[in-house]
């Protein structure tokens, strides 16, 4: 296993304990790891700190802060939709768009994702 699915492991473990705070620093270690050239990993990367920070912004009460940072994550997301193999994106989406929709209409996330690895780890079969 690669030091970056080591590191998407923890990730799943503190998103899908909602703790999206910390995942947003764990994701953003491993946005460091590539470089500057590599703009189409930067970037969903970049859409996935920022949607951890979304959901982060909605736990805390900032409803408004959240819905403005969702619109970006899902143009930036949406992007990503062919080639980020490592992360289930469209299950992901499929989030951040009813998370638009429900505070668009005043209303509350129902629900969040759990974080989708689209891979294997020897501690659990997905």
């Known amino acids: 296993m690669s030091v970056e699915e080591e590191m ?7 998103w899908d304990e909602g703790r999206f705070y910390e995942a947003h620093e764990v994701l953003e270690d491993i946005w ?12 969903c990367y970049q859409g996935l ?4 920070i979304a959901y982060h912004h909605y736990t805390c009460g900032r409803k408004d802060s959240a819905l403005r940072v969702l619109r970006k994550v899902r143009d930036q997301l949406s992007e990503c939709l062919e080639d ?10 499929s989030f951040v768009n009813s998370s638009i929709e429900g505070l668009e ?3 509350d996330i129902k ?16």
């Open 111 to 126: 629900a969040f994702p759990v974080f989708p690895l689209n891979y294997q780890s020897d501690t659990e079969l997905l």
């Open 32 to 43: 460091r790891l590539y470089p500057k050239e590599d703009r189409f990993s930067r970037n």
């Open 49 to 52: 700190i920022r949607l951890a």
């Open 8 to 14: 998407l492991l923890s990730v799943k473990k503190l």
């Open 105 to 107: 209409g005043g209303e």
């Open 84 to 93: 980020f193999t490592l992360v289930d994106i469209p299950y992901l989406l």
